[in-house]
């Protein structure tokens, strides 16, 4: 046997090996996918202990943001042809080629895996006390609630150029002398005339959803006079549309950072809203407004092959032409996929069959989005993964308490 039959022997049983491992793991996600959606249909209920009501369970932010995946990535490309020329260039036998192929893949193995495990930071457990608000990852450190204050959450520059320039939810900012806590809050809304004293953050250390964001800032709000109003119950919500990214070129989408049109949906009206002039486009009673699901194929730019389908609603206003509403809401809020969540890329669906729509001119945040739908009784028809995540995770840090816990 050569040397050329044997690096064609080792390469098969790479490549088999490779198989049987993807092969063994998607099956193993796909039973825990099956758990988390029975549970989800049963009410959510979890096996594991619930947390303390002082206690809550957070999701940390990766270290290194899409951008710098990606720099990695290219890097690991490059990086192999240029380590396989060196017995190229030097005439080695076979035998000394495999020995490169063996030490680079070892080598990028023995640098992914830590680099997966220090990226995804593991869960967060922030605590609320009678001296402040402490965090199990900050060992010592205990931020004061005097000098807390509240700011929007805004998407990265590289979601903003896939989502468009969308509200995330709402971020609170905490100090311990130079350090700073930023915890978000997805899907959060506050009431109108909450002032918003921090600035529009980007990057933040951990975030919750909204419905324990609410629960966190109901026990602090006291201690920290913060203003922590939601919305009243016959205020009307506002709901900002942006032009569709997928429907500009790059540049346009640098320039693409503020909403073209407003909906003030309130409990028995509708209201267009001009946001740069705030004249009123259309106004309507819900019931003259008619509202209709469907599905938008989305198509990668220059390219004839389907990338993913989105759902889109068709909102009908008396006076308008027909607004075509999307939401490119990932589970993922960072665009990196590195705890968990890249099991979920896409949060929202439809769950039946609806018809198939162009792409849409419009496009909403997530919470704007789960407005609209439930405004035009539409909820039963959606099917929104973050109820999954949301289970996924929990699961995630029972399990570390039970090993913490021996």
């Known amino acids: 046997m050569n040397n050329h039959d044997l690096m064609l022997i080792v390469k098969m049983c790479a490549v088999l090996a490779l198989g049987v491992l993807g092969t063994w793991l998607m099956k193993r ?20 202990p619930l947390d303390a009501l002082d206690q809550f369970v957070l999701t940390p932010a990766p270290r290194v943001g899409p951008r710098g995946m990606a720099k990695v990535g290219w890097g690991t490309l490059v990086a192999f042809p240029l380590w396989m020329s060196i017995p190229i260039a030097i005439g080695a036998p076979a035998g000394v080629a495999m020995g490169f192929f063996a030490a680079f893949a070892i080598g990028m193995y023995a640098f992914m895996i830590p ?10 457990r922030l605590c609320v006390t009678s001296e402040g608000l402490t ?15 509240l700011g929007s959450w805004v998407p990265t520059k590289f979601i903003r150029g896939r989502a468009g320039p969308v509200m995330l939810g709402t971020a609170l900012h905490l100090r311990c002398g130079p350090k700073t806590l930023v915890v978000g809050g997805r899907d959060h809304r ?5 002032r918003l004293e921090a600035p529009p953050a980007e990057r933040l250390d951990a975030w919750m959803w909204a419905a324990d964001f609410d629960r966190l800032l109901a026990m602090i709000g006291r201690r920290s006079r913060l203003d922590v109003r939601g919305p009243a119950p016959e205020e009307p919500i506002r709901c900002f549309l942006a032009t569709n990214p997928w429907l500009l070129t790059r540049r346009q989408r640098r320039r693409n950072t503020q909403p073209v049109l407003v909906l003030d949906v309130g409990s028995d009206h509708i209201r267009a809203i001009d946001p740069n002039t705030n004249a009123t486009v259309a106004s309507a009673f819900l019931a003259q407004v008619t509202a209709a699901p469907a599905d938008c194929v989305v198509r990668m730019s220059g ?8 759902p889109a609603l068709i909102v009908r206003v008396p006076g308008m032409a027909p607004l075509t509403i999307g939401c490119h809401d990932e589970t993922d809020p960072f665009g990196t996929w590195v705890w968990g969540t890249r099991q979920f890329p ?3 669906s439809w769950s039946g069959n609806v018809p198939s729509e162009r792409e849409t001119d419009f496009v909403v945040s ?21 109820e999954l995540v949301r289970l996924y995770l929990n699961d995630k840090a029972a399990r570390a308490r039970a090993r913490a816990r021996g």
């Open 190 to 194: 506050t009431g109108a005339g909450v």
């Open 303 to 310: 390219s004839w092959k389907v990338s993913f389908v989105e």
């Open 366 to 386: 997530g919470a704007d989005w789960l407005t609209l739908v439930g405004k035009f009784g539409l909820t039963s028809q959606l099917d929104d993964k973050a």
């Open 115 to 124: 680099f997966y495990f220090w990226n995804k930071r593991g869960n967060t």
């Open 346 to 348: 896409r949060r929202f």
């Open 29 to 48: 996600q796909n039973r825990k996918l099956q758990v988390l959606r029975q549970r989800a249909e049963t009410g959510g209920q979890s096996s594991q």
């Open 135 to 149: 965090v199990n990852r900050r060992k010592g450190d205990i931020y004061s609630l005097v000098d807390a204050s």
